[in-house]
C-alpha cells in the first residue's frame, strides 16, 4: 500500500545575517520532533487502514485481513476470538505514550468492537506487536546498550528526554538474549589461534568479582568473541568452549594465555598450549624473585629469555618462501631450545629452585607457534596482547557504568561490548532479528522543493 505524507515547514531567515552555522544548528533541533510528527502520522494511516479492512468485510475478502485483529476473546479471558469483523467505537480517552529513539509519542488510540465476542481492543497495537502494557518500543532498547557501551548514555538520555535509571539498564542486560549473537560453532578453517585470561572487576557491594573471557583469532588477525563468564571456574569455561569448537577433533592451532596455572591443560585434547611470549620473562623475574635474586642479578636471565623467544617469522607466503628462510628459523627454533634446556641446568647447579621449575613448564608451551609455522605456514599469535586489548576495552567501560552489577549483567554486557566492537555484522543482524524488521516497511525522500507561503 503505497501513501504519501506531505510535510511544510516554513522558515524565516534574515538575509545577510544568518549563516550557515544557524541554519544548521536550527535544523539539528528539528529532526527528532520532526520524526515524532512523520511516526504519528504512519501510525494514524496504519490505524485507519486496518480498521477499514476489519469493518468493510462486504468489500474486503478475508484474505485481506490475515494477520489482522487477532485479540482475546470477551467470554474466555485466555482464548483468542476467531472473529474478524469490527465497529469502530471512537478512541480511547487517554492518548497513549510510547517511549522512543526520536522521544516521546503520544498518540490517540483507535478502539474497536469486535462483532462476535463484543470485546473492546485495539487493532493497530495488535498490527504494532505492541503489548497492551508496553510503553517502549525496541530501537529504544538497541540505542540505550549502544549509548551504554560507548559510555555516553548520559547524554542520550538527557538530549532526548528519554527516561530510563541504570536500575532499568540493568534489567534490559540481564534480560537480554545475546547469547543468539555469539557463534554457535567455529572449525579450525576460521582460526589460527585461541586465546583465554581473566581480569578483575568490582560488582555489587564494591565485591571483587573475576570476569573471563576466550576469544578466537581468525587467519586475517580479527578477534573473534567465543565467550566471557563472571565467576565462573575454567573447566566449566573449557565445557562451554569445547562445544562450540566440536565438529574437529584436533584443532591444532596453539592456546595463548599467561600462566595462570587454571589454564595449563585448558583445551589441551583440541588445540596446543601456547605459552605468552611477553609474559614469560616477567614470569621467569617474579620466579627468580621468590628464590631470592634482586633485579639487578636476574635481569640477565630474563634478558636471555626474551631473546630466545624472539623469533620472528618471515611474512611472506609460506608456499613461496625459500628452503633456506625455513631452515633460518628451524636453526633459531632448535637453538632456542637447547640454550633454554642449558639455562634450566645452570638454574638447577645454582639452587634457583624456583626459577628452574618455572622454566620447565615454560619452555614445554613457548615455541608452539613456531613449530605450527614450520608445519603449516600459519602464522599464529604467540601473544595475549590482543586479548588484554579487549580486557582494556571491557573494563574502560564496566568500570564507567558497570559498579554495582550482577554476575550476569557483567556477562551480558561483556559479550555485547565484545560482539559490537569485533563482530559488528553479527550485531546488526542480532538487533534486526530481535526488532523483527523483515523489509515490510519502506519511506523515501520524493521531493524537497520550496512552494511559495500560503499567507502571502
Ligand atoms: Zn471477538
Known amino acids: 500500500m503505497e501513501q504519501e505524507l506531505n510535510i511544510a515547514l516554513r522558515f524565516n531567515l534574515a538575509i545577510g545575517k544568518v549563516n550557515l552555522n544557524e541554519i544548521v544548528y536550527k535544523l539539528k533541533e528539528l529532526r527528532d520532533p520532526l520524526q515524532l510528527r512523520i511516526l504519528e502520522q504512519i501510525l494514524t494511516a496504519y490505524d485507519d487502514l486496518i480498521v477499514e479492512r476489519l469493518s468493510r468485510t462486504d468489500l474486503y475478502p478475508s484474505k485481506s485481513r490475515k494477520g489482522l485483529g487477532r485479540h482475546i476473546s470477551k467470554d474466555s479471558q485466555d482464548r483468542y476470538c476467531r472473529g474478524r469483523k469490527i465497529i469502530k467505537r471512537g478512541y480511547r480517552k487517554k492518548n497513549r505514550r510510547i517511549s522512543t529513539v526520536f522521544g516521546k509519542l503520544d498518540f490517540r488510540l483507535r478502539v474497536a468492537q469486535c462483532c462476535r465476542c463484543g470485546a473492546y481492543y485495539s487493532p493497530l497495537l495488535n498490527a504494532l506487536e505492541v503489548g497492551s502494557y508496553s510503553r517502549k518500543e525496541s530501537n529504544f532498547e538497541q540505542e540505550v546498550i549502544e549509548a551504554v557501551i560507548d559510555t555516553n548514555y548520559r547524554r542520550l538520555i538527557d538530549g532526548r528526554s528519554i527516561d530510563i535509571s541504570l536500575g532499568g539498564i540493568h534489567n534490559i542486560v540481564v534480560g537480554s538474549d545475546i547469547d543468539k549473537a555469539l ?65 574437529a577433533e584436533q584443532y591444532n592451532i596453539p592456546f595463548i594465555y599467561d600462566g595462570e596455572p587454571g589454564l595449563d591443560d585448558f583445551l589441551s585434547d583440541v588445540a596446543q598450549s601456547q605459552r605468552c611470549t611477553w609474559h614469560g620473562p616477567r614470569g621467569l623475574y617474579h620466579a627468580l624473585w621468590e628464590d ?21 617469522l618471515p611474512e611472506t607466503d609460506f608456499e613461496v618462501l625459500k628452503e633456506e628462510d625455513k631452515q633460518d628459523v628451524k636453526n633459531r627454533y632448535e637453538t632456542s631450545k637447547s640454550e633454554i634446556k642449558q639455562l634450566i641446568s645452570t638454574f638447577q647447579e645454582k639452587g634457583y629452585r624456583h626459577g628452574a621449575s618455572y622454566l620447565v613448564s615454560l619452555s614445554e608451551k613457548l615455541f608452539t607457534n613456531i613449530e605450527l609455522w614450520l608445519r603449516t ?48 555484522d553479527e550485531w546488526e543482524r542480532y538487533w534486526k532479528e530481535k526488532l523483527g524488521i523483515k523489509g515490510y516497511f519502506s519511506i523515501d525522500i520524493q521531493s524537497v522543493k520550496l512552494a511559495p507561503c500560503e499567507t502571502f
Not at 209 to 230: D, F, N, S, W
Not at 378 to 389: D, G, Q, Y
Open 377 to 424: 605456514g600459519i602464522i599464529a599469535p604467540k601473544t595475549t596482547s590482543l586479548l588484554e586489548r579487549v580486557f582494556r576495552e571491557i573494563g574502560r567501560r564496566l568500570k564507567r557504568i558497570a559498579w554495582g552489577w550482577s554476575d550476569k549483567a557483567v556477562t551480558n554486557l561483556s559479550k555485547m561490548i565484545l560482539i559490537r566492537q569485533y563482530s559488528r
Open 183 to 247: 557463534p554457535e560453532a567455529v572449525t579450525s578453517q576460521d582460526l589460527s589461534a585461541v586465546m583465554a585470561d581473566g581480569t578483575g572487576v568490582k560488582q555489587q557491594g564494591g565485591r571483587k568479582g573475576e570476569l573471563r573471557a576466550v576469544i578466537g583469532i581468525t587467519k586475517a588477525g580479527r578477534v573473534a568473541p567465543l565467550g566471557c563468564y563472571t565467576n565462573t571456574e575454567w573447566p566449566q569455561i573449557e565445557c562451554s568452549i569445547k562445544e562450540k569448537m566440536k565438529d
Open 292 to 312: 631470592g635474586l634482586k633485579k639487578k642479578d636476574s635481569q640477565p636471565e630474563t634478558d636471555k629469555i626474551r631473546q630466545m623467544i624472539g623469533i620472528e
